[in-house]
C-alpha cells in the first residue's frame, strides 16, 4: 500500500464516528491507565479529567480506592479509542509508537514513586527511631 492511499485511509482526529483500525481497537492502552488526566490532555481526550470527580470519593473508606481504579482501568480499556478519534495521527505506525511512548513514562514514574515512597518510608522509621532513643 502506497503512503498516499494509507493518508487517504487515515481517518484519525474526525472524532466519535470514525472507525477506529482493528491493530490498536482492542489494545489496552497502559498510557491512559497509569497516567490518566494527563495522558487525556496530551491525546485531547478530556473524558479522563473525570478522574478528579473519581478522586472526590477517597473520604469514603473502600470506594475511594475502587471508583479512581475503576475509572482508569476504563480509561486503558478505551484509551486507544478516544486517542484515535480525538487527534490526527500520521499512521497506525505513529500512533502506536507515540502510545508507547505514554505507556513507558507511565511506567516509570509509577517505578520512581514507589522508590520515592519507599525511601521516605525509611527515613520516616529512621526518624521516629533516633527520637524514640534520646527520650
Do not use: R
Not at 16 to 39: Q, R, T, Y
Request: charged share 10%; aromatic share 14%.
Amino acid at each position: 500500500m502506497s503512503d498516499e492511499t494509507q493518508q487517504l485511509m487515515n481517518n484519525s482526529g474526525e472524532g466519535k464516528c470514525s472507525a477506529v483500525p482493528e491493530a490498536i481497537a482492542k489494545e489496552f492502552n497502559w498510557g491512559a491507565f497509569l497516567l490518566n488526566w494527563i495522558w487525556g490532555l496530551g491525546n485531547k481526550t478530556y473524558i479522563t479529567l473525570l478522574i478528579f470527580v473519581a478522586s472526590l470519593f477517597s473520604i469514603i473508606p473502600f470506594i475511594g480506592f475502587v471508583i479512581p481504579l475503576g475509572c482508569s482501568i476504563w480509561f486503558g480499556i478505551k484509551g486507544n479509542e478516544w486517542a484515535w478519534q480525538n487527534k490526527k495521527w500520521d499512521s497506525v505506525e505513529h500512533f502506536t509508537s507515540v502510545q508507547k511512548t505514554w505507556a513507558i513514562a507511565g511506567l516509570v514514574l509509577m517505578i520512581l514513586g514507589f522508590v520515592v515512597g519507599i525511601i521516605l518510608g525509611i527515613l520516616i522509621f529512621i526518624g521516629a527511631m533516633a527520637a524514640g532513643m534520646s527520650k
